[in-house]
T-cell receptor, first 111, second 112 residues
Framework: GEDVEQSLFLSVREGDSSVINCTYT??????LYWYKQEPGAGLQLLTY?????DMKQDQRLTVLLNKKDKHLSLRIADTQTGDSAIYFC???????????FGSGTRLSIRP | EAGVVQSPRYKIIEKKQPVAFWCNPI?????LYWYLQNLGQGPELLIR????????DSQLPKDRFSAERLKGVDSTLKIQPAELGDSAVYLC??????????FGPGTRLLVL
């Protein structure tokens, strides 16, 4: 069935790298997304990767896609306090314009 | 969030009362979504519009929820009557660019 799994929490020290992991089920997914949600706000699109790519880098963000294992990760370099938020992984099914979201990973930054 | 306005931002009602949410995206977005987000969860699709047509409403509880998108721009989502379990954040999103969704800030509903 349709499912996107993420770990619930991640705590990192300020200045270190954060790696948020996600697994998904649909091998025919076309796009995979990472969204950021701060308290009281909607979801902000951070980055996305097309399924025929292995990696995408955008400033401090690096997305890695392992299609064989259906594993997606988001690496945030030099994590700052402003990166504290909930990060959602999402996949878009090729059969329909439907996007399935994970439950989110809460990233907390310690000094 | 740029380009998608939702109102009200917060709403508190008693159970069995009706409630309505509005989504006002800037024009030019053919595809519009309503999502429900429970605490600690990701968004779950309620309904998807292509212009004025609801093309996927399979997850919409039709006994109490209704939605419309007149003229293919603004949209409303209504619950009548509201139940305690409807307390959640209701998010509106539109598609732009390479099949990417842009979300509004949401309406936080509390049913007492």
């Amino acid at each position: 069935g349709e499912d996107v799994e993420q770990s619930l929490f991640l705590s990192v020290r300020e200045g270190d790298s954060s790696v948020i992991n996600c697994t998904y089920t649909d091998s025919s997914s076309t796009y995979l997304y990472w969204y950021k949600q701060e308290p009281g706000a909607g979801l902000q699109l951070l980055t996305y990767i097309f399924s025929n790519m292995d990696m995408k880098q955008d400033q401090r963000l690096t997305v890695l896609l392992n299609k064989k294992d259906k594993h997606l990760s988001l690496r945030i370099a030099d994590t700052q306090t402003g990166d504290s938020a909930i990060y959602f992984c999402a996949e878009r099914y090729s059969s329909a314009s439907k996007i399935i979201f994970g439950s989110g990973t809460r990233l907390s930054i310690r000094p | 969030e740029a380009g998608v306005v939702q109102s009200p931002r917060y709403k508190i009602i008693e159970k069995k009362q009706p409630v309505a949410f509005w989504c006002n995206p800037i024009s030019g977005h053919n595809t519009l979504y309503w999502y429900l987000q429970n605490l600690g969860q990701g968004p779950e699709l309620l309904i998807r519009y292509e212009n004025e047509e609801a093309v996927d409403d399979s997850q919409l509880p039709k006994d109490r929820f209704s939605a419309e998108r007149l003229k293919g721009v603004d949209s409303t989502l209504k619950i009548q009557p509201a139940e305690l379990g409807d307390s959640a954040v209701y998010l509106c999103a539109v598609v732009a660019g390479e099949e990417t969704q842009y979300f509004g800030p949401g309406t936080r509903l509390l049913v007492l």
